[in-house]
């Protein structure tokens, strides 16, 4: 019955990616490759550690992994020439269709991480048709929770273009903080003392939230975050602020 779930999932998964490749641009492809090895180069352990979760926490790495491709997403919007999926999402009668292809997404999800904890729970040790139908399949709930949210609040396209990064910055940081609360049991914040400018190697900047972005940021080989560390991390800090 498990092997007969995951080939329906697998399917189902194959079929909703090849409809997305025929709905978008050719730059899609990049995007979807640059997810996967953005998503292979997480150290979830090291992120672990740096916040206090002595065990692995499955739940913050899928989450963890979710933010990262929405982040990424985000910063790719003003790139891509097909913007189908922003205009649709006008019409608000879309949230209802979006709610039940995402819960949907998260019962395949299910399915196929269970399949590949059965391997250890390590990325190389799956089956490669196991580990590909994964990172589709979290691709395709980082995809329908920012259609979901955008129907939700009727976002425009046209306000993200030019401050690609300075968005991306924004969703992924609401995204990690929540994580970060929910597992932690803290309110995620950045920590500014002036008075450190120059003395040490950190900056002016502390926190194990800091810590964790600026790990997760040195991991990733494609970019998606604000390049200057301390107009990063500022940029950040003031939208943990201005959300509290």
Do not use: C
Request: net charge positive; no cysteine; glycine share 4%.
């Amino acid at each position: 019955m498990t092997v007969k779930n995951n080939n329906r999932t697998m399917s189902r998964t194959h079929h909703y990616a090849k409809w997305k490749r025929s709905q978008f641009h050719k730059d899609d492809a990049e995007m979807q490759k640059q997810g996967r090895e953005n998503i292979r180069a997480l150290k979830h352990e090291r992120y672990e550690e740096i916040i206090g979760i002595k065990s692995p926490d499955q739940d913050f790495r899928d989450a963890l992994d979710v933010a990262v491709l929405k982040g990424l997403f985000t910063s790719w919007i003003p790139k891509l020439k097909n913007v189908q999926k922003r205009k649709i999402l006008s019409n608000t009668t879309d949230i209802k269709k979006l709610t039940q292809s995402l819960k949907s997404i998260k019962i395949s999800h299910k399915h196929l991480r269970n399949a590949w904890l059965v391997y250890g729970g390590v990325w190389g040790n799956a089956p490669a048709h196991i580990e590909d139908a994964l990172l589709v399949n979290i691709e395709l709930v980082a995809f329908y929770r920012s259609a979901l949210d955008d129907a939700k609040k009727v976002y425009s396209i046209t306000s993200m273009r030019g401050v690609p990064k300075q968005e991306a910055s924004r969703i992924f940081t609401q995204d990690l903080a929540e994580v970060f609360s929910r597992v932690t049991g803290k309110k995620a914040h950045i920590l500014r003392d002036d008075a450190k400018a120059g003395q040490t190697k950190e900056g002016i900047f502390s926190g194990k939230f800091s810590e964790l972005i600026e790990a997760i940021h040195a991991d990733i080989p494609h970019k998606f975050l604000i390049k200057e560390k301390s107009t990063r991390l500022e940029t950040i800090r003031k939208y943990l602020q201005n959300r509290a």
